[in-house]
Protein backbone atom coordinates (compact mmCIF):
# COMPACT_ATOMS: atom_id res chain seq x y z
CA UNK A 1 0.00 0.00 0.00
CA UNK A 2 1.90 3.46 -0.79
CA UNK A 3 1.04 6.28 1.20
CA UNK A 4 2.45 10.03 1.06
CA UNK A 5 2.67 11.33 4.38
CA UNK A 6 2.90 15.51 4.17
CA UNK A 7 4.02 17.99 7.35
CA UNK A 8 5.31 20.97 7.95
CA UNK A 9 2.23 23.37 6.74
CA UNK A 10 1.34 26.34 9.23
CA UNK A 11 0.29 29.79 9.21
CA UNK A 12 2.69 32.50 8.96
CA UNK A 13 2.98 35.94 8.36
CA UNK A 14 3.96 37.31 4.67
CA UNK A 15 8.22 37.09 3.83
CA UNK A 16 8.03 34.00 6.33
CA UNK A 17 9.36 30.66 5.19
CA UNK A 18 8.31 27.62 5.82
CA UNK A 19 9.25 23.73 4.83
CA UNK A 20 6.92 21.03 3.83
CA UNK A 21 8.14 17.67 3.98
CA UNK A 22 6.26 14.09 2.17
CA UNK A 23 7.45 10.76 3.49
CA UNK A 24 6.20 7.89 1.15
CA UNK A 25 5.67 4.75 1.76
CA UNK A 26 5.01 1.25 0.09
CA UNK A 27 7.43 2.55 -2.97
CA UNK A 28 11.12 3.44 -3.10
CA UNK A 29 11.78 6.79 -3.88
CA UNK A 30 14.51 6.93 -6.33
CA UNK A 31 12.59 5.38 -8.95
CA UNK A 32 10.11 7.84 -8.60
CA UNK A 33 9.68 11.67 -9.63
CA UNK A 34 7.56 13.69 -7.21
CA UNK A 35 5.55 16.81 -7.19
CA UNK A 36 3.93 19.41 -5.55
CA UNK A 37 0.92 20.97 -6.03
CA UNK A 38 -1.39 23.18 -4.34
CA UNK A 39 -5.28 24.41 -4.00
CA UNK A 40 -6.36 27.29 -2.63
CA UNK A 41 -10.18 27.56 -1.51
CA UNK A 42 -12.69 27.88 -4.70
CA UNK A 43 -10.38 26.95 -7.48
CA UNK A 44 -8.19 24.51 -8.73
CA UNK A 45 -5.40 22.30 -8.10
CA UNK A 46 -2.58 23.63 -9.85
CA UNK A 47 0.94 22.56 -10.06
CA UNK A 48 3.55 24.21 -7.85
CA UNK A 49 6.82 21.99 -9.12
CA UNK A 50 8.36 18.64 -9.52
CA UNK A 51 11.47 16.64 -9.10
CA UNK A 52 12.49 13.65 -11.13
CA UNK A 53 14.44 10.51 -9.82
CA UNK A 54 17.95 12.42 -10.49
CA UNK A 55 17.45 15.51 -7.86
CA UNK A 56 19.12 17.82 -10.60
CA UNK A 57 16.07 17.93 -12.77
CA UNK A 58 12.96 20.49 -11.37
CA UNK A 59 10.68 22.48 -13.20
CA UNK A 60 8.68 25.14 -11.16
CA UNK A 61 5.60 27.29 -11.70
CA UNK A 62 6.16 30.55 -12.52
CA UNK A 63 4.43 31.87 -9.74
CA UNK A 64 6.92 30.14 -7.56
CA UNK A 65 10.16 30.50 -9.39
CA UNK A 66 13.05 31.53 -7.13
CA UNK A 67 11.18 31.75 -3.88
CA UNK A 68 10.36 27.64 -3.50
CA UNK A 69 12.99 24.75 -4.07
CA UNK A 70 12.33 21.24 -4.26
CA UNK A 71 14.71 19.04 -2.86
CA UNK A 72 14.41 14.57 -2.38
CA UNK A 73 16.04 12.14 0.34
CA UNK A 74 16.22 8.78 -1.32
CA UNK A 75 17.65 7.05 1.69
CA UNK A 76 14.72 8.99 4.13
CA UNK A 77 11.85 8.08 0.91
CA UNK A 78 11.16 11.74 1.64
CA UNK A 79 10.68 14.72 -0.07
CA UNK A 80 10.74 18.64 0.41
CA UNK A 81 9.33 21.71 -0.59
CA UNK A 82 11.20 24.73 0.93
CA UNK A 83 8.98 28.08 0.51
CA UNK A 84 10.83 31.35 0.56
CA UNK A 85 9.49 34.89 1.04
CA UNK A 86 6.11 33.41 1.13
CA UNK A 87 3.35 35.58 0.38
CA UNK A 88 -0.59 36.16 0.72
CA UNK A 89 -1.43 34.39 -2.67
CA UNK A 90 0.37 31.53 -1.20
CA UNK A 91 -2.07 30.58 0.78
CA UNK A 92 -3.83 26.82 -0.11
CA UNK A 93 -3.60 23.73 0.73
CA UNK A 94 -0.05 21.41 -0.29
CA UNK A 95 -0.36 18.18 -1.79
CA UNK A 96 2.61 16.20 -2.92
CA UNK A 97 2.17 13.45 -5.99
CA UNK A 98 4.20 10.38 -7.21
CA UNK A 99 4.35 9.98 -10.56
CA UNK A 100 6.28 7.02 -12.80
CA UNK A 101 6.80 9.33 -15.14
CA UNK A 102 9.14 12.84 -15.14
CA UNK A 103 8.02 14.12 -18.25
CA UNK A 104 4.63 13.33 -18.57
CA UNK A 105 4.03 13.89 -14.95
CA UNK A 106 0.75 12.07 -14.39
CA UNK A 107 0.03 11.45 -10.37
CA UNK A 108 0.31 7.98 -9.44
CA UNK A 109 -0.42 9.08 -6.08
CA UNK A 110 -1.62 12.00 -3.53
CA UNK A 111 -1.03 12.90 -0.07
CA UNK A 112 -4.05 14.20 2.34
CA UNK A 113 -2.43 17.30 2.08
CA UNK A 114 -1.52 20.14 4.42
CA UNK A 115 -2.62 23.40 5.10
CA UNK A 116 -0.51 26.90 4.20
CA UNK A 117 -1.83 30.26 5.27
CA UNK A 118 0.19 33.19 4.80
CA UNK A 119 -0.91 36.67 6.30
CA UNK A 120 -0.27 40.23 5.29
Known amino acids: QVQLVESGGGSVQAGASLRLSCVVS????????MGWFRQAPGKEREFVGK????????EYADSVKGRFTISRDNPKNTVYLQMNNLKPEDTAVYYC?????????????WGQGTQVTVSS
Open 97 to 109: SLSRNYYRYETDY
Open 51 to 58: ISWDPRNT
Open 26 to 33: GRTLSSYA
